[in-house]
């Protein structure tokens, strides 16, 4: 099994500026437009991870137990997974970005997305909200711009717009006083850092298996891509053997 590998703290932010064992089950806190939280920014706390899934066709996000090898531009190039496969499947037919098939191969294809970690001073909880590069680059530049102040100042996230159009902002509070009550007092109380562990099994891990049933159930013939359904191949398997054992026992004396 490829060793899957999540990219955290420097590392991580060296992607997003590039522009390309059981653990505790966290949570992802969904910023949706017109949302608004009130944060405690511990820093730049943030990971990267490749990631599977289509609202279009409600296959909610994963990352893949044996994840594929990828190009520096994000593509996979060796070791594909069964979603890889679909997606190259509908590319390979595309002749155009825009066209039906690469439209078709987009429900299939990794995103690298970035997860930012902050306190809510609402709950004083941590949340981990989830961004596309673009939206991760304008949060991060807002945090170092206040980087050797954060611990002096609440923060706002907001999302607002809709589709292309989707705004993601991290905008300064100046003022404590302006918080209620119960955000000052978690301001105070609330650590400066972070913990990594709030990060570990936000994303679900997907075997192989299970990738090839969840495009069967989604209407991919994923005999296409030269894969078969684990029971089809299981009992395939059986046959073959029942076959055998009785060729076999046509010799027992």
């Given at each position: 099994?490829?060793?899957?590998?999540?990219?955290?703290?420097?590392?991580?932010?060296?992607?997003?500026?590039?522009?390309?064992?059981?653990?505790?089950?966290?949570?992802?806190?969904?910023?949706?437009?017109?949302?608004?939280?009130?944060?405690k920014v511990p820093g730049i706390n943030l990971v990267s991870e490749f990631v599977y899934g289509s609202f279009a066709k409600k296959i909610y996000s994963f990352v893949a137990e044996n994840p594929s090898k990828k190009?520096?531009?994000?593509?996979?190039?060796?070791?594909?997974?069964?979603?890889?496969?679909?997606?190259?499947?509908?590319?390979?037919?595309?002749?155009?970005?825009?066209?039906?098939?690469?439209?078709?191969?987009?429900?299939?294809?990794?995103?690298?997305?970035?997860?930012?970690?902050?306190?809510?001073?609402?709950?004083?909880?941590?949340?981990?909200?989830?961004?596309?590069?673009?939206?991760?680059?304008?949060?991060?530049?807002?945090?170092?711009?206040?980087?050797?102040?954060?611990?002096?100042?609440?923060?706002?996230?907001?999302?607002?717009?809709?589709?292309?159009?989707?705004?993601?902002?991290?905008?300064?509070?100046?003022?404590?006083?302006?918080?209620?009550?119960?955000?000052?007092?978690?301001?105070?109380?609330?650590?400066n850092d972070f913990d990594a562990k709030n990060f570990e099994g936000l994303y679900y891990v997907m075997s192989d298996e299970e990738?090839?049933?969840?495009?069967?159930?989604?209407?991919?013939?994923?005999?296409?891509?030269?894969?078969?359904?684990?029971?089809?191949?299981?009992?395939?398997?059986?046959?073959?053997?029942?076959?055998?054992?009785?060729?076999?026992?046509?010799?027992?004396?």
């Open positions: 099994m490829a060793e899957k590998k999540v990219l955290t703290g420097t590392d991580a932010l060296d992607v997003l500026n590039e522009g390309s064992g059981d653990s505790v089950q966290n949570e992802f806190t969904y910023l949706k437009s017109g949302d608004e939280f009130i944060v190009s520096a531009k994000g593509f996979p190039v060796e070791n594909l997974t069964p979603f890889d496969l679909a997606w190259k499947y509908y590319k390979d037919q595309s002749d155009d970005w825009q066209d039906e098939m690469s439209q078709e191969a987009s429900h299939y294809r990794c995103q690298r997305k970035f997860t930012i970690g902050f306190y809510d001073l609402d709950t004083g909880e941590p949340i981990m909200v989830e961004f596309t590069r673009k939206q991760a680059n304008a949060v991060v530049d807002t945090i170092k711009q206040y980087e050797k102040r954060l611990d002096q100042f609440a923060f706002s996230l907001k999302k607002s717009g809709k589709g292309t159009n989707t705004v993601v902002s991290l905008s300064l509070i100046p003022i404590l006083d302006d918080l209620s009550e119960k955000q000052q007092k978690n301001f105070e109380e609330l650590p990738q090839i049933e969840t495009l069967h159930n989604n209407g991919f013939d994923v005999s296409l891509i030269g894969l078969e359904l684990p029971k089809e191949k299981e009992a395939a398997e059986e046959s073959v053997e029942e076959s055998t054992d009785e060729g076999d026992s046509e010799y027992d004396f």
